[in-house]
């Protein structure tokens, strides 16, 4: 299959407007005869559900969570961003677009990039109108303030909750819908399959967790919300019951996957503190606009840091990167902290952790200013460790965050399977190989908001005329009997591991071998790891209970055995990428100096991943990137 992004001809600035006025509509007499699916209530997935259900479709909107409010979207903390330039200080839609192409080090598509810069300007005067609480300043603007790889203050914020309160919004326009009866909230269900017929995508296979049911339902399009596949680590920044199992049993029916090993570290998380952690806690990136970072100067300090003197402080950001310095890029900030780590100056009883310093930002601005500001993340971090960062610096480190790659989608979201859409998190659209941060808010608001609704007509457009599908059809009886035989199979292993053990040695084998840092020798050994784990997997699980029961166990089991195919994508995706690139650093390719060194020549592709089978090798799909409007340039912050 060759692959088509169908990006619009024109100028950069006229091409969503082109496509906008020359896409199909579908009128409002035939938008109720048409039924969509929404995999996940996320922000992509609860503003795609309640924009659908407002133009008169009738949606089936579906979460494994017990509430919709309870997506993972809530997590997210520091801010969107959207190129309003409230602050006057030189930025625009062209500034936010090319920081945005830079961030992502030149590894995504013009033309979606600029879309998002466009669309972000649509997306706070959205999200006052639902109410959602921005900070202001005294006179009643709304606030600003920067996020890393930036040198504008562009982002919006809630405090440190604008992920929930963003997600409020798009939750109580989704309730309004369900109340009009144009959607239909499934909460505690999960999808176990994609229904493909005649190559178009027609319904999904989803389970009830309540109850254990199998159940069927047909639509005219599915719409994939489900968010990354970062818990794949296990320890990160994501809640437990995040995974990728959506976009993989996908993948399996014939989306491509695009650019699997882009995963991102997040810098300012919470140390590992023992082996006894499921996840890591995130701590706003926006506390890195007034924290300074730093480390000892000398190796396996044991002085308290209110003790260590400034000369024999190390502020190694400021010091590598100083045009940007402690607000440089997340994976520039993660490996210059793992680098620090790794030559024994991190700090900690783990001495796996690096300083967040706030004592000058309190001596210059006052205590109270910045308890206006971040008091809630102090609070969270005096509550998680019994420190108070306001007298003594914070205790940060990396950790898994946000998956760039995703299902690989064209210019209006559809996947390589016709009426399969991937939004938000899902796809890999927008980010390259690093998401700059505040712009995943912006990426699911805008897909769900904005762009979906246009496109999504599109296509179905020209399936008014086609046959109905029911959950009668042969099709759907077969990808049933196949989900009930993996659920089966599972409980008979009668093994003496959890699932939680596999996915714990899954988690250390990827983040030693393909985390931070990666090699052609690390990432040979983690794909055959991978072999060895998953062998011992389908030998060696235990999973109690019965298959047709509410059996949380048995739900763990299905994901991880997706997370063990999944990894060994990221594995292949990574050993064939010879080059570094944002997220992805390959140790035999980088800078004297230790910077990331990227090859244009080579690899200025996105990688798009087709399934061949279980233990098959994938097969790649280079999608060149051209650049037409900007010049690829060495991605520098010094």
């Known amino acids: 299959m060759k692959l088509d992004a169908k990006i619009p001809e024109g100028p950069l600035e006229d091409k969503w407007a082109h496509y906008k006025d020359h896409a199909k509509l579908v009128n409002p007499a035939n938008r109720k005869k048409l039924n969509i699916i929404v995999i996940g209530t996320g922000l992509s997935g609860a503003s795609a559900a309640a924009s659908l259900g ?8 579906f979460c494994f969570q017990d509430s919709a409010r309870r997506a993972h979207s809530v997590a997210a903390q520091g801010g969107v961003n959207a190129a309003k330039n409230y602050a006057n200080d030189g930025d625009s839609v062209y500034r936010m677009f090319y920081d945005t192409l830079k961030g992502g080090d030149f590894r995504s598509r013009e033309a979606n990039v600029y879309r ?15 109410g959602v609480p921005f900070a202001r300043e005294y006179g009643g603007y709304l606030s600003n303030r920067s996020f890393g790889g930036v040198q504008v203050s562009r982002t919006f914020y809630a405090r440190g909750q604008t992920g929930q309160q963003l997600l409020l919004g798009a939750y109580q326009s989704l309730m309004r819908q369900e109340k009009l009866e144009k959607v239909q909230v499934h909460t505690r269900h999960e999808m176990l399959d994609l229904v ?27 719409v994939i919300a489900s968010g990354g596949f970062g818990k794949i680590y296990y320890l990160s920044t994501l809640a437990m019951g995040c995974n990728g199992s959506a976009i993989w049993r996908a993948h399996k029916k014939g989306a491509y996957m695009a650019c699997p090993s882009w995963t991102q570290i997040h810098p300012t998380c919470l140390p590992q503190a023992g082996d006894y952690q499921s996840k890591l806690t995130l701590m706003s990136e926006s506390l890195r606009n007034d924290g300074r970072i730093w480390v000892p100067k000398l190796e396996n300090e044991t002085r308290e840091p ?33 680098e620090r780590i790794d030559a024994g100056f991190g700090i900690g009883p783990l001495k796996n952790a690096v300083y967040l310093d706030f004592s000058k930002a309190i001596e210059k601005q006052g205590i109270d200013k910045v308890k206006e500001k971040y008091s809630n993340l102090f609070s969270m971090y005096k509550k998680i460790t019994d420190d108070d960062a306001y007298s003594a610096p914070m205790k940060i480190s990396p950790a898994a965050h946000f998956s760039m790659g995703g299902l690989w989608v064209d210019y209006e979201l559809m996947t390589t399977i016709p009426g399969l859409f991937a939004i938000g998190e899902a796809n890999f659209a927008d980010h390259g190989a690093n998401r700059l941060g505040a712009n995943s808010l912006l990426q699911a608001c805008v897909d769900g908001y904005f762009i979906l609704p246009y496109t999504l007509a599109n296509y179905l457009s020209g399936e008014l005329k086609s046959e109905k ?71 060696d699980l235990m999973i109690p209970g019965e298959a047709e029961d509410m059996n949380a166990e048995l739900e763990k089991a299905g994901r991880v055995a997706d997370y063990l195919e999944i990894a060994d994508l990221m594995c292949h995706d990574a050993l064939s990428r010879e080059e570094s690139c944002g997220a992805h650093f390959r140790e035999e390719y980088q800078t004297p100096d230790g910077e990331a060194l990227r090859n244009d020549e080579k690899f200025c592709y996105v990688s798009a991943w087709e399934w061949a089978g279980k233990y098959e090798e994938p097969i790649l799909h280079p999608e060149p990137l051209v650049f037409e409007f900007v010049k690829p340039a060495v991605r520098s912050y010094s």
């Open 196 to 222: 493909v017929i005649d190559d178009k995508a027609k319904g999904v296979i989803v389970r009830n967790l309540d109850t254990g049911a199998i159940e069927r339902f047909a639509a005219d399009a599915v």
């Open 54 to 61: 407002e133009l008169g479709y009738n949606v089936q909107s």
């Open 116 to 130: 998002l810069a466009e669309c972000s300007l649509n997306l706070i005067d959205q999200s006052v109108a639902q």
């Open 306 to 338: 209110n003790n260590i003197p400034e000369e024999e402080r190390d502020y190694y950001l400021e010091r590598r990167y100083p045009s940007f310095g402690n607000l440089a890029p997340r994976d520039i900030a993660s490996r210059a902290a793992k």
């Open 469 to 539: 599908i029911t959950k009668e059809h042969p099709e759907f009886a077969l990808a049933e009997a196949n989900v009930k035989k993996q659920l089966e199979h599972f409980i008979t292993i009668k093994g003496s591991k959890t699932a939680e053990h596999f996915h714990k040695e899954l988690g250390k084998l990827l983040y030693d071998k393909c985390g931070l840092s990666r090699s052609a020798t690390g990432l040979t050994e983690a794909i055959a790891g991978i072999k060895v784990l998953s062998a011992a997997f389908y030998q």
